[in-house]
Nanobody
Framework: QVQLVESGGGLVQPGGSLRLSCAAS????????MGWYRQAPGKQRELVAT???????NYADSVKDRFTISRDNAKNTVYLQMNSLKPEDTAVYFC???????????????WGQGTQVTVSS
């Protein structure tokens, strides 16, 4: 009933930039918070950044001043602008959204399929 589709991943050199996007579709009544998480091989999934419906943001210390999260509520889309990329940023990046659908009152957490980001020279 709800699908999150990510795009924008790929290979980039250290110091480069990449912009990820994630669009939600389906019988959506409202989207509350949205966010980005990442998981490197052999490591647990970790929070990268979140953004509320009103635009308040939160970042992991490791990406502050380098990454910027934003959203377009009219398009049900969240973005992650990644600058000054480091090899340590290499991971599968997942988008996340807290969504209520028509006919329900309790929000549910949805996840995208993930997109690979590789930072290497």
């Amino acid at each position: 009933q709800v699908q999150l589709v990510e795009s924008g991943g790929g290979l980039v050199q250290p110091g480069g930039s990449l912009r990820l996007s994630c669009a939600a579709s389906g019988i959506i009544r409202s989207i509350y918070s949205m966010g980005w998480y990442r998981q490197a091989p052999g490591k647990q999934r970790e929070l990268v950044a979140t953004i509320t419906k009103g635009g308040r943001t939160n970042y992991a210390d490791s990406v502050k001043d380098r990454f910027t999260i934003s959203r377009d509520n009219a398009k049900n889309t969240v973005y992650l602008q990644m600058n000054s990329l480091k090899p340590e940023d290499t991971a599968v990046y997942f988008c996340n959204a807290e969504i209520t659908i028509w006919g329900t009152s309790a929000p549910t957490i949805y996840w995208g399929q993930g997109t690979q980001v590789t930072v290497s020279s």
